[in-house]
């Protein structure tokens, strides 16, 4: 099929690339010249495992091509996924859809003979509506259809998520419109995935309603770990205990920092601000905010605690500041609050990420980046493993302490509470 990804972030460049991947000819347009130049010389702008081969073996195959000329790539496409950001809006906390309404307005000029529109950035309910009305404000109805198929790929493991979904979501009362869908995903519908099909809006909520869903079980460990700190259990136990119901799952049960990253926590703000719309209150989702706001102000005390108190001219070494593993994406993570509160306190930070130096602290005098775990830990206060990267996870952290001993806060559960106190190191962790 003829496909065109707008936007090539995430989750255009991904999915754009593994459609290809499938034998579709995508083109991958992005109004941010710098990527597409970047995409046309062989570079991947961000971080994601496996990226890199698929796009260099797509395009150079010519069934992936990179432009900004959205006007060849939407005429000569059949189906075009928007694939572009909806960031909070600043004040109210919705879901800001200004780059989809431009783009369903760019798309609109170029439409030359019948076209499937497919939102695939989350988008609030009724947004497909909206977008629909305005395309039929200049072009006959016959000629396109607006759906929506949310993605739910996750970062770091974003190829697999793709090739291997649990269930792919399409949203259209139009039957012909779902068939050309299934056709599309065919390839992953063999090996397993689920389609399912709903109404637009249905689709739409769908997606806010999983991503809310999996955020709330993440504040719900998180809480459950602050009581297990209090009570001497081991809150490890308890997520398997609880996990091992069928009805309630194992995964997303492990405490650490509050959720973060691109998706979540504007997500769960954007349905609450939806639902007002619609007055209806969803208290649940609105105490899991707060949950996880005041997460982030206690992990942060918790720190201070163990450096009693006195922050001032006290060394402390970052290791992984993004807000999960395997992804360059900072948005919402943890350390954002972190590094530029202990900072103004006057503390002097290292930190090492393995996806690389940081923009968000460039500007911070005494925060330092540094290429590797002996550099960060070396003669520190205190250690914060704040990212879950796999080089973090079996360090020896006995040897690199001789010259210093600094205390550890492991935010990640990465250690064994018994192993680390028997190295006679001091370890604090989370819920353990
Ligand atoms: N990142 C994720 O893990 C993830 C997962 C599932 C769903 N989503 C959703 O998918 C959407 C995209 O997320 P992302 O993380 O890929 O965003 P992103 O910010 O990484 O990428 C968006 C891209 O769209 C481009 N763009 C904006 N307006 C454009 C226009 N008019 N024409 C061409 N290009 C334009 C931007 O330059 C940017 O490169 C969001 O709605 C997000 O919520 C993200």
Redesign the pocket.
């Known amino acids: 099929m003829k496909i065109c990804m ?7 460049l991904v999915s754009g690339a593994c459609f290809a991947d499938l034998g579709n000819t995508v083109w991958c ?4 010249i710098k ?1 597409i130049n970047l995409l046309n010389a062989n570079k991947i702008p961000i971080f994601e495992p496996g990226l890199q081969e698929i796009v260099q073996k797509n395009y150079l195959s010519g069934r992936m091509k990179f432009t900004n000329d ?1 006007k060849i790539a939407v005429k000569n496409s059949d189906i075009i996924f928007i ?4 960031p909070n809006l600043k004040n109210s906390g919705s879901a800001n859809l200004k ?1 989809v309404f ?2 369903a307005k ?1 798309i609109r000029k170029y439409i030359n003979k019948f076209k499937i529109i497919v939102t ?4 609030p309910i009724t947004t497909g509506d909206k977008i629909e009305n305005l395309i039929a404000k200049k072009k006959n109805k016959k000629m396109f259809e607006v759906i929506s198929n949310p ?5 770091g493991e974003a190829i697999r998520d793709f090739r291997f979904p649990d269930r792919i979501v399409v949203g259209s009362n139009n039957k012909k419109v779902i068939k050309r869908l299934e056709s599309l995903y065919e390839p992953l519908i063999k090996k397993g995935a689920k389609f399912f099909s709903t109404n637009r809006r249905g689709a739409e909520l769908i997606k806010y309603a999983s991503n809310a869903f999996l955020a709330t079980k993440i504040s719900y460990i998180n809480e459950i770990s602050n009581l297990c700190e209090k009570t001497g259990v081991n809150v490890e136990d308890v997520s398997i205990g609880i996990g091992l119901d069928q009805r309630i799952g194992s995964r997303f049960l492990r405490a650490g920092p509050a959720y973060g990253g ?2 979540f926590p ?2 769960t703000k954007a349905i609450t601000v939806t639902a007002d719309k619609f007055k209806t209150n969803l208290s649940i989702i609105k105490s899991v905010i707060k949950s996880n706001k005041n997460r982030r102000l206690l992990l942060i005390k918790r720190v201070e605690k163990i450096l009693s108190n006195k922050i001032k001219n006290k060394k402390i070494g970052f290791l992984g500041v993004t807000f999960k593993p395997n992804t360059d994406d900072m948005r919402q993570s943890t350390s954002l609050l972190m590094i530029p509160y202990f900072h103004k306190k006057g503390a002097i930070i290292n930190y090492y990420d393995p996806s690389g130096r940081k923009n968000e602290f460039s500007n911070l005098k005494n925060v330092f980046f540094c290429n590797n775990i002996m550099s960060t830990c070396k003669d520190m206060d205190l250690i914060i493993i704040h990212t879950e990267w796999e080089e973090f996870k079996a360090i020896d952290f006995k040897k690199i302490s001789k010259r210093r001993k600094f205390k550890i806060f492991d935010m990640r559960n990465l250690y064994s509470p018994e192993n680390m106190k028997k190295q006679g190191l001091i370890y604090h962790s989370i819920g353990r």
């Open positions: 707008i936007g090539t972030g995430y989750v255009g347009v992005d109004k941010n990527k959205l694939c572009v950001g909806t780059y431009q783009a760019e695939k950035s989350t988008v993605e739910f790929l996750r970062e691109s998706c504007k997500d």
